[in-house]
C-alpha cells in the first residue's frame, strides 16, 4: 500500500515545518519553542484523527503530548512513543547549512532533529493520519505519549510513567527512535544496555599543597582516582567489581545466529568508526557481544588540579571522576549501584577517603522476539522494504523502555529507521528520505496486520 | 650592630612604597607596572651606594636589575639574586586587607610580595645600604641581579646567565627567597629539589565517541592515563621508571644528625598541614626524607572529555594528564626526561598512542655546609638571632641555583627569613616584621664577615 504523491509531498511538507521550531530542550532560552513544538504535534495529532488530546505535565518542564483513538474495540491498543525535543545545534559552523532551515541534498533532509527523533515521530503520526484518511478509521485501538525532555533527562515521563496512569494502559509501545542496521535492511533492536552513571569523589588533604613543599608525604587525590579506576577495571577491559557479572545473560543461539547474518567488517569498523591504533575489550568475545551484551565500566572525565597553559604543581585537595556503567540484561541498576559503591571503598588508597555518586540509573531491556507484536513488526517492514528484517541489539540506553516495561508492565517494539551515519547530536544531522517514506508504510502495514 | 630607628621606620616605609606596585609579571596588563617595579628598585640600588645600575633585557619580557660596588679589591664579590615580581593575588575575596595596600597587624606586614620576594630582596638592598651609611665603604665587593620573571618561568636570567656574562663574576650567591623552620630558629637551606614538569598526551579514537554505542570495543584515552599512572608509580608511592633512582645520593650522617634535632611533630604535621586521613609515601623513610631527600612523581591535572554539570556520556578522543617529577642530587633532569618518555610508551595500553612532552626541566642542588660561606652565614645568623642556625632542605625547586652553579661554577647560600606560615602564593600573604629586621643586620655582619 504505497503512499501517493499527494500524501509524501504534504508529509515532508508539515515535517519541514515542525523542524524549523527550535526545540532545544535544554537551553531555557528556547523554551517557548519547545512548547510551540508540543503544540505543533498536538494539533497534528487532531488532523490525524485523534479524538482527544491534551499536554500533559509533571514538574517545571517542557509538556508531554497525548493523543488517543480508542474506536477498535476488542483490539488490541498501540501506545506510540517518539519526542519532539532536540540536543542543541552547536558547533554551528560546522554545519554545512544552517541546522533549523531544512535542507534537501539528494536524497537526504539535513537539519536538527530530522532523524532524532522529530523525522521517525512524524513517520509515526503520518502512518495513523493516512490509514484515517484511507479507512476512516484505525485497525486498532492507538495512543500516542510524545516527550520534550528526552535530550534534557526525561524527568517529566519518568514521573508520569511511575503514576501507571491508566490513560497510557496499552498492550504494546512502539518506538521509532532507533537505526537501521545498513542502508535497504530493515532492522528490529532487541537490546539496549542500561546505565549506572555517577561520580567518584576523593577527598584528600584538607586544601590545594605545593608539590614541591609535601609531594612524598601527601596523598594525591588525581593519582588516588587512576588507582581506583585500574582497580574496578583490569587492562583486558574485565570488570574487578565483585558480582557484577552474576546476573549477566548470555545471548540465546538464536540471536547469535542472527548477528551471523548481519554484514560487518571489523577491519572496516576499526578504521572507519574508532580511528585507534586497535579495538580493546575483554578477549574471547566478539565485537558485538562487547558493544550490545556485555556490561562495560567507562570514564568520562576526571576533575581536580589544574589543566590549563603550562605548569602548576599543585597537589589538589580533591579530585572527581566522572564514570559510567553500561548493563546488560538482568542487571539491575539498583544492585550495581551498591556493588559498584562497596567496590570503590574497598580500592580507595591510604591517605584519602572515596565514595561513589549516583547520578542516575536505568535497567537494560531484551525483547522476545517471538513476540507477536515483533512478529508483525518484522513482516511489515519485510514486505515494505522487499528485504529480510535483521534484529541487533545496541549499546546504547533508552531509558524509557525499562520504564515502561516496570511500571506498565508491557513490551517495546523498536522499529527504527535511522542509519548509522546520520550524525545524531553532531553538525549535519539527517535523514534518509526513502526510509521516511517506507517508515510510514511499514507503521501503516503493521498496525493493519495487528488488527 | 643592631638598626636604629630612624634607618628601620625609613627601610620599612620603603618598603610599603615598593610592595604598592602590582609587580605581577604572568598577567600581561600588569607590564607597566613591573617596570615600573624594576626602576624603583634600580634607583634603590643607587641610593644604597652601588656605583653602577641598569636594567638589563633578554626577550620580550622583564627586565632584571643589576647593580654594582667594586671598591674592595682582593676581597670575594658577593652577588645577591632576588626577585621584584609577585603572584597574582586571587581569590581577592579571601584577603582581609587589599593585596597591594600593605597592612601592618601585630608584628606582621600583609600583602602580596611581602615574603616572596619583595621583603626578602629589600633586606639585602638594606644591608649594603646601611653598612655604606655606617662605613662609607662595604666590606667586600657586591652585585646584585634581580629578577622580573621568577613568578612566570624565568625565562630571561635563565638565557643570561647561560651567556656566561663576567659581568656577574662573583665568588658566592645569595639567596634570601626561603624560610625558616620554625620562629627563632635562623635556617640555611642545603638542599633544593630539581623538577621535571610535562605531559602524558594519549591518543584513541579519531573522535569522541559515545560510550553506549563504542564502550567494549573503543580504547578510552582517560582509562589509559590511569593505567600508566599507575604504572608509572606504586601504591607505596615507589616509583617504576627503570634507572630512576641509579644516581640518588643518601644524606650524610651529619645532616641526618642535623634533622634529627629539628622539632618535628608528626601527628601535628598530619593534622595541621596536610590535612588528609594519613600521610603517604616510600615505606622505610621519614617525612624529611620523603619530602627533601628522594625524587616524588605527581599528577597535577588530567585533561579529556567532559567535566561539567550532570552526565556526557563519551569516550574522548584525547587525554593530556601534567605531570611533574621532583629530583634530588644527583639526578639529571635530561636523563629523567628520557627514562619518564620510555616509561610512558613501555606503559601504553593497547589501542591508543601515549607519549610524555617536557614543559620544563631544573636540577636537584645541594650545598656542602663545610663552604665557609655557608659556615659564614650560619655564624653571622646566629649572633643576631642568639639562636643556634639550623641545617634543612627544601622539597621545592629554585631552578637559578642550579643554573647559577652550572654556568658559573658557583654556590649558592640560601639564607631565608620568611616563615612556613606566611602564606606564599596564597591570600593574606605575609611577614613577620622583627626578621624583616634582623634579616637585614644578619646579612651586613655575612658581609663583614666575609670581609
Sequence with gaps: ????????????????????????SSLPEHKSDVERAAEFVRQALTKAGMTRTELIRRGEGHPMVYGEW????????????????VQPPDPLDEWKSPPFEPDIRGNDIF???????KGQTWIQVKAVEWLMERDGRLPVNVKFILEGEEEAGGEAITAYVGEKPPQLAADVVVICDTEMFAPEMPTICTGLRGIVYGEIHVEGPKQDLHSGVYGGAAPNPLMAVAEILTALKDKDGHIQIPGFYDRVVKPTDAEYAAWKTLPFNEAEYLEKEVGSAALTGEPGFSVFERTWARPTFEVHGIKGGFTGEGAKTVIPAKAVAKVSL??????????????VAAAVEAACPKGVRARFVLLHG??????NTSNRFVQASA????????????????GGSIPIVGTFAEHMGIPSVLMGFGLPDDNLHSPNEKFHLPNFYRGIESVALYLKRLG
Design 326 to 339: 553500561r548493563l546488560v540484561a538482568d542487571q539491575d541498576p539498583d544492585e550495581v549501584v551498591k556493588q
Design 70 to 85: 480508542l474506536g477498535a474495540p476488542g483490539k488490541p491498543t498501540v501506545l506510540f512513543y517518539g519526542h519532539y525535543d
Design 1 to 24: 500500500m504505497p503512499l501517493n504523491e499527494g500524501f509524501r509531498k504534504r508529509a515532508l511538507d508539515e515535517l519541514i515545518e515542525w523542524l524549523r521550531i527550535t526545540s532545544v
Design 362 to 367: 536505568a535497567g537494560p531491556s531484551l525483547v
Design 111 to 117: 537539519g536538527r532533529g530530522t532523524s532524532d527523533d
Design 379 to 394: 513482516q511489515a517492514m519485510e514486505e515494505v522494504f522487499g528485504a529480510t528484517t535483521v534484529y541487533m541489539r545496541s
